[in-house]
């Protein structure tokens, strides 16, 4: 049960950023060059699963991701809405796809699936 909750939260998260990127009639263009850039971080995985997960948790946490979303709103810089917009769009789709934040053991182990 708690699985499918954090999920569909996360499936909410994703729905919530599309909503609002249309209604600020934001650029789909940059949306779609940039949905896939933190995915970068999984180059981390190249020297091993410790510092594979950890950049990989760095760049799929809320926790960066939402400071730059509500910066781009105070400072009304459209451009850092935008990224924190997409950024966290992002990993509301990966983790309701079933990627979670990585344990060091290996990039399949998440907290996703330890519930």
């Known amino acids: 049960m708690n699985k499918k909750l954090i999920k569909l939260e996360n499936l909410a998260v994703f729905i919530i950023c599309i909503v609002v990127f249309y209604r600020f009639d934001f650029s789909w263009l940059l949306f779609i060059l940039l949905i896939f850039a933190p995915d970068i971080s999984m180059f981390g995985y190249l ?18 991701s939402i400071p730059v979303l509500v910066l781009g709103f105070v400072v009304h810089t459209d451009l850092l809405t935008e990224i ?3 950024w966290t769009a992002h990993i509301g789709i990966d983790r309701f796809l079933g990627y979670g934040l990585k344990y060091d053991s290996g990039f399949k182990d998440t907290h996703i699936n330890r519930l």
């Open 47 to 64: 020297k091993g699963t410790v510092v594979g997960a950890r950049t990989y948790n760095l760049f799929h946490t809320y926790l960066l």
């Open 84 to 86: 924190g917009l997409i």
